[in-house]
């Protein structure tokens, strides 16, 4: 054989799959649209408007025109660049259409003066969303179009659609605690919330509301709702069962919700799939059930489709009241189209559907993809769809496999359902929580059978016989499930390594897993297995990408360095009190599994300078005064000094000076030892000139 026709034989299969994987261009969409959304966010200056549009129509005529000839490659192209293009358009909208004035510094005391759109009841405090109408003497154009403000006293007897007036501090969004830290400032932004703040006094009733907006009424119904099932499960169950019916999880104690993450079972507090999943099938199979008992409905009607309408509307009802989370607006959409696709006689469950989920959810709120109940819900979802369509293709092959052990199939399938979600899900876990549930497939397959067969069912008829007041054994005996659910997750939770922290991974380990796992879902042919491939690049990139060695924290106020002590890594910190927030997050971005209180305070401390020795032989000096700063000069190679006056000695200092001026300018600081040499990374470089760091 010659050595063109065996090439020639070799692309036959090439082009087989190629042929088959363009069929199924609607999965890569959303996947184009979200590169789109991406290339915005890694800006670093705000584009011009016109940038999105005029790309969108480019790709638009470039396939237009391909379709009309013999283009087929050029075909394929456009169609990338159509989707790139248009979620990078629709970002750009997006962020125009909720731009709003955003405090630059902090004020008050002031009074505000607005209308409540929603109260968050923690288990020590009340927060408040207000729109604003006054806040002190600031000018109607600088007033932000929400304000979100604390209060820990006593609760309030105010409810959404109010107009209220509350005395507070109030501060700009936060920044991220560290480079390429999680941007909370972004998020707001995209809320529309403009400052944050605390009060001294409480809120007081200016107005009451007469007739509530529908958001307002709804408000106050998920609110109305979460006590009336709290005051029927129990002091300790009550607020996670409010949370699995109205989505409001601020009520949780901090203890069940730390056991939760540590086993796995996070997910039980995010109303998602499994949710929406078992609301929507309950009442499906449950109205199908019952319109079957009559022989005249089951002869001569769809029943099926009634039965569909029936628990699209249950899923809208229940969206509605759990506050339409990113997560939950992904599980009813998926809901939505597998009922619709009953009612036209098609298949209810497909990869197709997820894609068309997304492209929903990408088309009404694009910033969605930055949240990691996006990312993760998704990632379950499409990893599921894709082992249950392989393993049915299987299973159609042995018809009696199908029918015996019905028990022994119930739960290989959980099992298998936790196994894959846990691993879809795990490279976003530790890429935004850095931590791992070492017995989440334990936790998973014990918790699960109770929630699924028990506690959510009898919350569905409980929460029917709200209106006529027979709902009280049922919650009860809810409350009694969910107390044995919290005792196993304790008992999981205390077991040896329940919970590993993770060091931070780099971005691009992260995104090569991803990659990894959407070539292994999305494609049918055998191109599928070079999406394992990606794994260990992106376990080498985990291993030689550096990690910092320095943290300087907002204004200078801390600073922490990495040291090994005995082969152990520990943070000496400059203050264990101060910044306590931003430490605990340099702690976790590194893997290190205990409290401040455990690390050590910098080791040398005389005549107001602290010394350290850092890693690569430099030492780095802490001081808090222009004389201490002036000699630590000449002692250190790194001097962090907390001081506002820095003028005189900027240019005679010859180690690298770091003041709460030059900090404050470009926000908190990594340094990294590179090649034996200091390398700085800043929040203000990373974060660029985009409308929500405009303050």
Known sequence: MTTARFFSNARIPWQAWAELESRRFILWAPICMIVGIGIYFTLFTEPALAIGPVAVSLAAVIWGVSSYGAHAKTGFFAKVLFFVALGFALIQFRAMAVDAPILSQKAGPVDVVGTLIAIED?????????????IGVFPKERIPKRVRITWRGAPVQATPGDKIRIRAVLSPPPIPVSPGGFDYGRQLYFEQIGALGFSYSGAMVVEKAEKPVLSAQLRRLRNALADHIMARTGERAGPVAAALMTGKRERIPEDITQNLRDTGLAHLLAISGLHMGLVCGFLFFTLRFFFALHQGWATEYPIKKWAALGALAGGAFYLCLSGAAWSAQRAFIMAAISFIAILVDRRAISMRNVALAAFVILILRPEAVLSAGFQMSFAAVMALIATYEGWDRKRRDNVKDIKRRPTLKFFSGLAMTSLVAGLATAPFAI?????????????????????TLFIMPVSIVALALVPIGLDAPLWWAVGK??????WLTNQIANWPSAAVLVPQWPKTAWLLSIIGMITLCLFRSPIRLAGLLAFPVAFLFIMLTPKPIIYIGEDAKNVGV????????????????????????????YGINEAIRDQPKFGECKKEICMVNVSGGFTLAATETIDATAKACRMADIVVARIWDEAQLRESCPALLLTSVSVFETGPISIYLKNDQLTLRDVATERGDRPWTMY
């Open 431 to 451: 890429y935004h929580f850095n931590r791992i549930a070492a017995f989440g497939l334990v936790a998973n397959l014990v918790v699960m059978p109770i929630v």
């Open 481 to 486: 499930g969910i107390e044995i659910v919290l």
């Open 562 to 589: 990495v040291t090994v002590e005995e082969g152990r890594q520990r943070l000496e910190l400059m203050s264990r009190r101060r910044s306590r927030f931003a430490v605990e997050t340099w702690l976790e971005g």
């Open 122 to 134: 923690r288990p020590s405090a009340q927060r408040y969303l207000i729109e604003p109408d006054e």
